[in-house]
């Protein structure tokens, strides 16, 4: 069952969701964020705050929350806005769609080269 209301967009769910690691947010034909905070949970009810919206368009409903037996469910929907509010919008999206940065990458690969030319050391250590 999906939902917008007056100040809150959310999502329910056919099980109860854990309240780690859930992200909700609404994106609007502008790409910036029409959300607002960090999206809450309740049950199998996931949602978050939403500012007044702007531009008349379609606007896109991302989520990531996380079952009660540990399976990760992600997904979006739409919904048109016909006619355009007067609300000011909030930071431009990110690519991940959470309105987050995602983690840099080169510190897991230090940290794996350092594991293999340990190893290596260690085995050519052994041999002789």
């Known amino acids: ?26 994106v609007g034909p502008d790409g910036n964020l029409w959300s607002s905070g960090a999206a809450q949970i309740e049950g199998a009810v996931a949602s978050v705050a939403v500012v007044p919206l702007g531009p008349a368009g379609t606007y896109t409903v ?8 540990g399976h990760v469910v992600s997904g ?15 930071p431009p999206a990110t ?18 080269a350092g594991i293999v030319a340990a190893g290596a050391f260690w085995a050519v250590r052994r041999r002789t």
Do not use: K
């Not at 959310?10 to 992200?23: D, K, P, V």
């Not at 979006?76 to 909030?90: E, I, K, N, Q, V």
């Not at 690519?95 to 794996?112: L, Y």
């Open 76 to 90: 979006s929907w739409s919904f048109r806005l016909a006619t355009a509010g007067t609300g000011t919008p909030g």
């Open 1 to 26: 069952v999906l939902a917008v209301g007056p100040a809150r967009v959310s999502a329910t769910f056919n099980e109860q969701l854990q309240t780690n690691f859930a992200a909700v947010t609404v």
């Open 95 to 112: 690519a991940s769609g959470t309105g987050g940065a995602d983690p840099p990458v080169w510190p897991f690969v230090v940290v794996a």
């Open 62 to 69: 991302n989520y990531r929350v996380t079952s009660a037996d």
